[in-house]
C-alpha cells in the first residue's frame, strides 16, 4: 500500500538551514504536499509540487522532488523561532482519487 | 470568516455510547475529508467525500460513519466508540479534490 516516511525529530539554531527529508512508495503520486501544524492548531498548507517538477522556490522555502528515489525535501532558508512546528508531508496516490496520505510529521525545534 | 469549524472541540465519552463530531465549512467547498492525528503516526484519513452524498473510504475507517447530506456539512459518526478511537479528530475541505485543504481546530476525543 501507500506510505510516507519521515524522521520524527530536527533541531536547528536560528538563522541555520533546516532541511526535512520525506520519502513515499506510490510512483504514480501526481502532487505532494508540506503542510505545517503549530501548537494546538490545525494544519496549513505551506507549499506544492506537481510530480513533473523538480524543485520549487517560494521565498524562504524550497521543494526538491527526486522521483527516481521517490524522495521529497523542504528546505527552510534563514531558520527562525516562529518556524518551529510540527512539518508534515503529503501525497495523492494514483491521481485525482480523493485520498490524502500523510507522514508522521517532523517536529522542527528552533532554537535561539 | 472564511473557515471549518467543529464542534465539539473536547469530548470525553464512555465506550458504546455513540456520538456525532460534526463539522461545517462556509467556503462552498466540494471535498471535505476527516483525519485522526494520533502521536507517532502522523494524519491517517478516515473518510472523503468529492461531493454530496458522495462519500469515499479512507485508511482507517472502521468504526466511522459519515455522511454528505449538504455541502456544508459532513459530521463524524462512531456508533460505538471504544477506548482505541482516543485521537485528535480533524475536518478539511478543498474547493475541489488536489486543492489546499483547509482544516478545522480539530476535536480531542478521550473514550474511557
Known amino acids: 500500500g501507500e506510505d510516507v516516511e519521515q524522521s520524527l525529530f530536527l533541531s536547528v539554531r536560528e538563522g541555520d538551514s533546516s532541511v526535512i527529508n520525506c520519502t513515499y512508495t506510490?510512483?504514480?503520486?501526481?502532487?505532494l504536499y508540506w503542510y505545517k501544524q503549530e501548537p494546538g492548531a490545525g494544519l496549513q498548507l505551506l507549499t506544492y509540487i506537481f510530480s513533473n517538477m523538480d524543485m520549487k522556490q517560494d521565498q524562504r522555502l524550497t521543494v526538491l522532488l527526486n522521483k527516481k528515489d521517490k524522495h521529497l525535501s523542504l528546505r527552510i532558508a534563514d531558520t527562525q523561532t516562529g518556524d518551529s512546528a510540527i512539518y508534515f508531508c503529503a501525497e495523492t496516490p494514483g491521481g485525482n482519487t480523493g485520498k490524502l496520505i500523510f507522514g508522521q510529521g517532523t517536529t522542527l525545534q528552533v532554537k535561539p | 470568516e472564511a473557515q471549518v469549524t467543529q464542534n465539539p472541540r473536547y469530548l470525553i465519552t464512555v465506550t458504546g455510547k455513540k456520538l456525532t463530531v460534526t463539522c461545517s465549512q462556509n467556503?462552498?467547498?466540494?471535498?471535505m475529508s476527516w483525519y485522526r492525528q494520533d502521536p507517532g503516526l502522523g494524519l491517517r484519513q478516515i473518510y472523503y467525500s468529492m461531493n454530496v452524498e458522495v462519500t469515499d473510504k479512507g485508511d482507517v475507517p472502521e468504526g466511522y460513519k459519515v455522511s454528505r447530506k449538504e455541502k456544508r456539512n459532513f459530521p463524524l459518526i462512531l456508533e460505538s466508540p471504544s477506548p482505541n478511537q482516543t485521537s485528535l479528530y480533524f475536518c478539511?475541505?478543498?474547493?475541489?479534490?488536489?486543492?489546499?485543504?483547509?482544516f478545522g481546530p480539530g476535536t480531542r476525543l478521550t473514550v474511557t
Open positions: 506510490d510512483s504514480s503520486s501526481t502532487y
Open positions: 478539511a475541505s478543498s474547493p475541489r479534490v488536489l486543492d489546499e485543504q483547509y
Open positions: 467556503m462552498n467547498h466540494e471535498y
